[in-house]
Structures are given as structure tokens and as C-alpha cells.
């Protein structure tokens, strides 16, 4: 029987986000604690077709709760809980950080298959492919600030990239964020926009 996924749910006034502790990047919002535990299980399959083998979630065990803030009810989870200070050890560090670089390979995946024009919403709203592309990298240029990589304007992203996870996987001793959320930070922002892409080129 596989082991067990523990997850923290941060709960806002309008969102509340399930995210799985161990595996930055499986982490969905819902309203409501009970819904977003249900739509984090419906995505396990896609969040597997990223991480590939050795993904086996087994039950969820919810770990403890957080309240959110702005952020979290605009729709992007931003509250940290003391299991984002556990110790992060080398081979952790490594496994984690190699997580995300499977998400910027599967984000890079869908971008390369989808429609330069992406299915808008009800009401006309909504980015197109390379809108997205670009906000992805730009908040990740963001990003990077807060685990101590400073990365120029005009630096291509395979080289931001680089320069993100070897930060990370050296534990990022200079960050503000913890490194363990900043991976799940990063993580779920590549993959929500490497899903949002998907669903928007049917």
C-alpha cells in the first residue's frame, strides 16, 4: 500500500487551496476544504503524467490548516505553515527541485502543442499562449528574488532556470521564502498555466 500524501489546506474567505507537502506543483484551490481535496485527488493522474514514475500518493492525511489572505482569494496560495520550515536536506532538496524541473519541462510540452490564440472565457477574458509564456517568466524572474538569485531583464530563460535550481537544490541559504515553499510556489504556478494552456487549446 503506498504511503500516505500529506497535505495543508490554506484556507481563504472565497479559495481554499489542498496542497501536497512532497510533491511541489500537485496543489489546487476549491470552495472549500472538502472540494479541494476532491479536485487535488482529480488531478493526480495529470500531476503524475508530469513527475512520472515513482508517484504513488496513496491517501491523503491532511497535515494542519492556515488561514489565507488577499492573495489566496485572488486565486494563488501564499501562506506558509511551519511544516515550510522543516529541515531540507541535500537529497531532498535534490529530489524536490527536480520536481519542478519536470514541471518546466511539461509546461514547455504543452506550449509547444497548443494554438497561438487559446479559448477564451464566457466573457471574452483571458491570455493567449504567448501572453501566458511570458507572465510565466516573468514571475519567475519574480520568484527568484526571494530564494537570493537575481536574474536580468533580458537573460534567456534557460539560464533564469539554472540559475533558480541551483539555488534550490543547494538548500537557497540567502531565501525570504523557505526553500520548501518556494518550491511548491514555483511549482504550482508553472503547472497551473501548463494546465490552464492545455484546457484553453481543446
Known amino acids: ?52 514514475a515513482g508517484f504513488e500518493p496513496g491517501e491523503l492525511a491532511v497535515v494542519g490548516r492556515v488561514p489565507g489572505n488577499a492573495t489566496t482569494d485572488f486565486g494563488a496560495p501564499d ?27 511539461a509546461f514547455d510540452h504543452v506550449v509547444l502543442g497548443a494554438p497561438a490564440e487559446l479559448r477564451k472565457g464566457p466573457r471574452g477574458g483571458g491570455r493567449d499562449r504567448d501572453a501566458v509564456v511570458d507572465h510565466v517568466r516573468e514571475a519567475e524572474r519574480s520568484y527568484g528574488r526571494t530564494i537570493g538569485v537575481r536574474v536580468p531583464p533580458r537573460t534567456s530563460w534557460d539560464e533564469q532556470r539554472v540559475a533558480l535550481s541551483a539555488a534550490l537544490r543547494a538548500g537557497a541559504p540567502d531565501a525570504a521564502w523557505p526553500p520548501r515553499y518556494a518550491l511548491r510556489r514555483f511549482a504550482w504556478h508553472v503547472l497551473d498555466h501548463a494546465w490552464e494552456i492545455e484546457d484553453k487549446s481543446e
Open 1 to 52: 500500500m503506498a504511503a500516505q500524501t500529506r497535505v495543508s489546506l490554506e484556507v481563504g474567505k472565497t479559495w481554499t487551496f489542498a496542497a501536497a507537502l512532497d510533491w511541489p506543483g500537485w496543489c489546487r484551490r476549491a470552495r472549500g476544504a472538502e472540494a479541494a481535496l476532491d479536485t487535488l485527488l482529480e488531478y493526480a493522474d495529470r500531476y503524475a503524467r508530469v513527475v512520472g
Open 79 to 105: 501562506a506558509r505553515g511551519p511544516w515550510d520550515d522543516e529541515p531540507l536536506e541535500a537529497a531532498e532538496a535534490a529530489r524536490l527541485t527536480g520536481l519542478l524541473e519536470a514541471s518546466w519541462r
